[in-house]
């Protein structure tokens, strides 16, 4: 329960809230720490850090007081990587590998990248889907090794799960006492009671009846599960190469669950929820747009929300809607005051609605990693993707017009006097501002998406944020000329009224950027 930078040696955990962080938090991803995406890899062996630099380099900010509610932390992994490193003295590398890895007999399984010749030749290629086909990729660099670097065989994974299924003992070896081994596998943190929750490491959801303590991997190619349940001295261990394999080890799981562990209740239970309307009503303290704790909130990263909303909305049958949980729109019952049942496909999988410090959250039942916190009206998806369109819009059009308006007058020759030298350089300056509001919408529009930010900045990325900043300061010498040229008298009705909604278009935009981390360099 210490705080953790009493076991830091080169790295500073800033304090921001009454309670320090603990390496309790950091087992239960309850840190605090926001989610940060960009140099969680390195292109290259060359290019990885000492785990102490990426940490250092890469610190995420607070976000919120720990042991609150959950949020899983890559950083914060990774951090409890290096205090072993220090309390212990060895590389961490080096003690998993003589307190974990030859204890079980895992002699395939390695923290090194990349791995050692003696296993490099079993090593199996991971796959991209593009343009129709799978393509090979290379082999991948993680900056923060602790928290997903280890390559390892089934084979060997099942020794680890006999480990653990066996109170800690392999081949008559004792890794863990059996009192340890079962405080490693409690229940150490939930956001709410009836859900699941957070071991000292371990991932707790119900399924079917069955608790089950798991661990999922993810990299861009791999998507592995680790799937546990002691009650049944069962464990599963699957490694996808492809895409698609973080959804197909869940169905694994729950086909395995379902031929195996049967729940025969889930169809009755299913009629039950869809012909109930005891709560059906007032449901609109529920519907709004959603963001998981685990997620960006302070770096221009903020933004990848936009590409995969999460929505409530209510229906008409008297059901909520939600969007954006990566299965499509599913429909939930309400149950309870703040409770609800999923009526869609598994009857046994809740959702829960809690306040804490003022702020609305949605809980999953079986994914006890993150929760959704409830945003203001102002960040509302619908509206922050209307600002953007409508912007860009406008902005074309005004622009086009201009276009045209002179290809007009050179055709039919129009001669007059033309505007006064400060009109003349205002209207630059506003083509100037809208010119580089575009620029910077398109670069981001086709960057946001990019997988390769876990590297770094894009080049077009980083391209996008200095047009924005350009945009803005050219509004700023805009908006003094306008006045200039107001108070001055230079500006018939029209220019008056399309000046002044050119403003108003652009100052909704800078503050658009602004809300999303998107004005000036938030890296």
């Known amino acids: 329960d210490r705080d953790i930078n009493t076991y830091l040696k080169d790295i500073t955990i800033p304090d921001r809230y009454e309670k320090p962080i603990t390496i309790w938090n950091l087992m239960t991803h309850t840190s605090g720490f926001e989610e940060k995406g960009i140099h969680l890899y390195a292109p290259s062996a060359e290019k990885l850090l000492p785990l102490v630099e990426a940490l250092k380099k890469n610190q995420p900010a607070r976000i919120r007081p720990p042991g609150e509610i959950p949020a899983y932390s890559n950083y914060g992994t990774a951090l409890a990587g290096q205090i072993i490193s220090n309390v212990s ?147 599963i261990y699957v490694s996808f190469n492809a895409p698609g394999g973080g959804v197909a080890r869940i169905n694994l799981l729950e086909a395995f669950l379902d031929k195996y562990f049967p729940n025969s209740s889930r169809k009755e239970n299913v009629a039950v929820i869809a012909n109930s309307d005891e709560y059906s009503q007032t449901l609109g303290e529920f519907t709004g747009s959603y963001a998981p704790t685990r997620s960006n909130f302070t770096t ?78 102002w960040g509302n998806y619908s509206l922050q993707l209307v600002i953007p369109v409508a912007v860009a819009t406008f902005f074309l059009l005004y622009l086009l017009s201009w276009v045209l308006s002179a290809t007009f007058r050179r055709i039919y020759q129009v001669n007059d006097k033309g505007p006064s030298p400060l009109v003349r350089v205002s209207k630059w300056a506003a083509g100037i501002t809208m010119g580089c509001f575009l620029i910077f919408l398109v670069g981001f529009a086709l960057s946001a998406g990019s997988e390769a930010i876990i590297y770094g900045l894009t080049p077009l990325a980083l391209a996008s944020l200095i047009f924005g900043m350009a945009g803005t300061a050219t509004l700023v010498i805009f908006i003094g000329l306008v006045t200039v040229c107001w108070i001055k008298g230079r500006l018939s009705f029209v220019r008056k009224m399309g000046w002044s909604t050119i403003i108003i278009f652009s100052l909704a935009f800078v503050w658009w950027m602004n809300y999303w981390n998107l004005l000036g360099l938030r890296v």
């Open 89 to 235: 003295g060895q590389n961490y590398q080096e003690y998993v590998k003589e307190n974990i890895f030859e204890p079980l007999e895992m002699n395939e399984s390695s923290f090194s990248q990349p791995v050692p010749e003696t296993v490099s030749g079993k090593m199996a290629k991971g796959y991209r889907y593009k343009n129709g086909q799978f393509v090979p990729g290379k082999f991948e660099f993680i900056q923060l090794a602790p928290a997903g670097a280890m390559s390892s065989t089934a084979g060997n994974m099942g020794n680890f799960m006999i480990a653990q299924l066996n109170d800690g003992k392999f081949k008559g070896h004792e890794l863990l006492s059996a009192r340890t081994t079962e405080r490693l596998q409690s229940r150490h943190f939930t956001a709410e009671p009836e859900a699941g929750g957070m071991t000292m490491g371990f991932i707790e959801i119900f399924l079917n009846g069955k608790r089950i303590i798991l661990h999922g991997g993810d990299t861009d190619l791999f998507h592995s599960g680790l799937f546990l349940i002691p009650e049944e001295d069962v464990g």
């Open 300 to 377: 221009f990263e903020k933004v990848r929300k936009l590409l995969s909303p999460i929505q409530v909305q209510a229906s008409k049958d008297g059901q909520l809607i939600v969007t954006g949980l990566g299965t499509g729109p599913t429909k939930w019952t309400r149950i309870g005051e703040e409770t609800f049942k999923n009526a869609s496909f598994r009857s046994d999988e809740r959702l829960f609605f809690s306040r804490r410090n003022e702020n609305d959250y949605l809980i999953m039942e079986n994914n006890p990693t993150t929760a959704l916190k409830k945003l203001p009206w």
